[in-house]
Each structure stands twice: as structure tokens, then as C-alpha cells.
């Protein structure tokens, strides 16, 4: 077992890895779309690849009821619980509500979407450039749009992505002082239309428990509370046995 471009292998088995922000001592270690829940023996495994990395604490991804067994077994505890939230195909787009204009996110305007990402979340959910990249390439298709001001400022981006019939609302910012304006709203429903042209037939975006502008604006579009949830784990690697 080693691993390949961010992904360890063990059998059938995968899971992604790679620092949880540029220069941390935190690893991120997830599942892989398509491949089965993680099995204990296969993350512990894992902890032993990133503790001989030199990491000293590991976090998950946003892992489903059905993910976090394996997790749980080697050690992980809860981190975090999230929202998921789930549209289907059929229901209707709201009207797009006046606003800013969308423009393509091109590389160049990057740096100042991650300027709006750090005023918009805490510390622990900001992306820096690796986690950007990251989000972009977590599926095969994927949209990246800023709305820009009259004065050309950003003051929002949203990423979603398309995959295997499935639609994902990766990301969504709007930056403090725009925020109550419609930005995040036109932007979202901007991504969904592009979801259902993709082919997405549901669409599944998640949001931290307490955030309930997010789960508003969300629930306004249509999208509808999964009551299993989602949770964010994490391990210390000086406390979990890694044998």
C-alpha cells in the first residue's frame, strides 16, 4: 500500500489524502467516490502511512452514516456534524433574482475568491490554494463563477460539480459585506441550472449545524433536509494505536 496522486490503495479499498491546509501538521483523509466505505483495518492502515509522514492529527471529510463505521472503529472521534441537504431533478428553479454579474472564475481571479472564503468561514473550514484545487478537481465536470461588483471586487464564488448523474454544491462564499444582498442566492441558482444541463438528477450540498443563513437559503431553493446528516471526524495520531 502507497500512495498515488493523493490516494492510498489497499485492495478495493481507496481513500484520498493530502494535507488538511498547505504546511499543516493535520492530514485530511477521505473516502473516494465510487469506492466502498473504508473498512478499520484499512484506515488504521491509513494513520500508519500519514503518522510515518510526520502528521500529528487527521481530519475526514463530510462522511455519511454508512462511511463513518470504519473511521469510528480505528478511533476517530466526532468533529463536527453538518446539514445535508438534497434537491431532485423535478423540483422547479425559483425565479434568478437581480444582482451582481457571474463571470468565469478564471485562475487569475482565484486568489481573490480565497480572500472571500477567509472573511466568510472560520478558521478551520477556509480553504487556502491546495484546498481549492482540490475542490475543483473532485469531479470530472465542475463550474467555477465569481459575481463581480460594478467596480470589478468579488464578491462571492460558488463551485459546483457533476458526476455519475449526481450534482454537488461544493463550495459557496459571499464575502461579509455582501451578504443579505441575493449574491449567494443568484449564484446558487446559477450552479443549479448548470447541475440539471450536466444531466444531475439530485443535487447534495451540506452546511454546519448553526449556520442558518446557509440552511435558509438552501431551503428556499428547493432542497430538503436528509435527517441522517453528515459528520466531520477526527484522530489524534498521538492517541490512536496506528499498529
Not at 109 to 114: D, E, F, I, Q
Not at 155 to 167: D, K, T, W
Not at 176 to 187: H, I, S, T, W
Amino acid at each position: 500500500m502507497a500512495p498515488s496522486a493523493g490516494v492510498i490503495r489497499w485492495g478495493d479499498q481507496r481513500a484520498r489524502t493530502g494535507p488538511w491546509r498547505a504546511g499543516s501538521s493535520v492530514a485530511l483523509l477521505t473516502t473516494v467516490m465510487d469506492a466502498p466505505p473504508p473498512s478499520r483495518e484499512f484506515v488504521r492502515r491509513c494513520l500508519g502511512l500519514l503518522a510515518e509522514q510526520g502528521f500529528q492529527k487527521v481530519v475526514t471529510g463530510a462522511l455519511s452514516l454508512e462511511e463513518q463505521s470504519g473511521f469510528l472503529d480505528a478511533g476517530f472521534t466526532v468533529h463536527e456534524q453538518l446539514h445535508l441537504l438534497l434537491r431532485d431533478r423535478s423540483v422547479p428553479l425559483p425565479p434568478f433574482p437581480a444582482g451582481p454579474a457571474l463571470r468565469r472564475a478564471w485562475w487569475w481571479r482565484a486568489g481573490r475568491a480565497l480572500q472571500v472564503d477567509a472573511a466568510a468561514f472560520s478558521p478551520f473550514w477556509r480553504l487556502d490554494k491546495v484546498g481549492l484545487k482540490e475542490a475543483l478537481a473532485a469531479t470530472p465536470l465542475r463550474r467555477f463563477r465569481v459575481a463581480m461588483s460594478r467596480k470589478r471586487a468579488v464578491l462571492g464564488y460558488s463551485i459546483c460539480g457533476a458526476a455519475g448523474g449526481r450534482g454537488f454544491v461544493q463550495r459557496l462564499a459571499v464575502a461579509p459585506e455582501a451578504q443579505g444582498r441575493g449574491v449567494g442566492k443568484r449564484l446558487l441558482l446559477d450552479g443549479l441550472a448548470w447541475l440539471c444541463d450536466a444531466g444531475a438528477l439530485q443535487v447534495a450540498v451540506n452546511t454546519q449545524i448553526g449556520n442558518d443563513a446557509a440552511l435558509h437559503l438552501y431551503l428556499s431553493v428547493g432542497f430538503r433536509e436528509d435527517p441522517r446528516g453528515l459528520c466531520v471526524l477526527s484522530a489524534d495520531l498521538n492517541e490512536v494505536s496506528v499498529a
